[in-house]
């Protein structure tokens, strides 16, 4: 029988592979030959229902110094045999391996909410800073809002003491003016009196020529 299952198994094989091949490359026949692999390979399924399981040999038997070695197939029969444990009892017998008591989560718990409690103190510290740089730049902005009124002002009153020399100049100038315009007038006075003489001088002496002819 296990003869017949071993060539069972080898032409099923080569039937199912064809049948793939023939639906993969879109060969004529294709959904046959598909058809055909896909039974037969159903057939081989229905005889090795029937087929006889493997034999386990002791081996220790024939080599004694396999006695001490463990079956791994053992193990998981024994496994499968032992009583399955709920989460909470692997979890416990985890811990339990591990060396890990109580006290020590508590500590950890500890832990955690220190933790937390310097993450919120951060974030606290990290908004006053925040404030802190804020509150920096509108002194910025004021110092420099200052700084450009002091310059304006500074401007200003440069522009203001232009001025006032400006019309310091101006009042000197009409004041210079003023003193020019009377000695002017001055002087024009005198050249009207000297020119007045002058035309008396002239005038007694036309008058003196004429008296001389007449004698």
Do not use: C
């Not at 229902?49 to 053992?74: G, T």
């Not at 802190?132 to 203001?160: F, G, I, P, R």
């Not at 024009?188 to 005038?203: F, K, P």
């Amino acid at each position: 029988f296990k003869n017949f299952m071993a060539k069972l198994y080898g032409i099923g094989a080569a039937i199912v592979i064809l049948g793939a091949l023939f639906k993969i490359l879109h060969l004529a026949g294709a959904d046959i030959m598909l058809i055909v692999g896909l039974t037969t390979e159903s057939v081989i399924f229905v005889f090795s229902a029937f087929e006889k399981p493997h034999e386990e040999y002791d081996w220790s038997l024939v080599y004694p110094e396999l006695a001490n070695m463990e079956d791994p197939d053992m193990d998981d029969r024994r496994s499968v045999s032992s009583p399955a444990l709920s989460p909470s009892q692997e979890l416990d017998k985890m811990l339990e391996d591990a060396k890990i008591g109580p006290e020590l989560i508590q500590s950890l718990g500890d832990g955690m909410r220190r933790l937390g409690d310097t993450a919120a103190g951060l974030s606290e510290t990290t908004d006053a800073v925040g404030a802190t740089k804020e509150y920096s730049q509108q002194l910025t902005a004021a110092s420099q809002h200052m700084a450009d009124l002091n310059a304006l002002y500074a401007v200003q009153l440069e522009n203001t003491s232009k001025q006032a020399e400006t019309q310091n100049n101006l009042i000197e100038k009409l004041s210079a003016s003023e003193g020019n315009a009377e000695k002017l007038a001055s002087e024009v006075s005198n050249l009207v009196q000297n020119i007045s003489n002058l035309n008396n001088v002239y005038g007694n002496m036309l008058s003196a020529m004429g008296g001389g002819n007449r004698g």
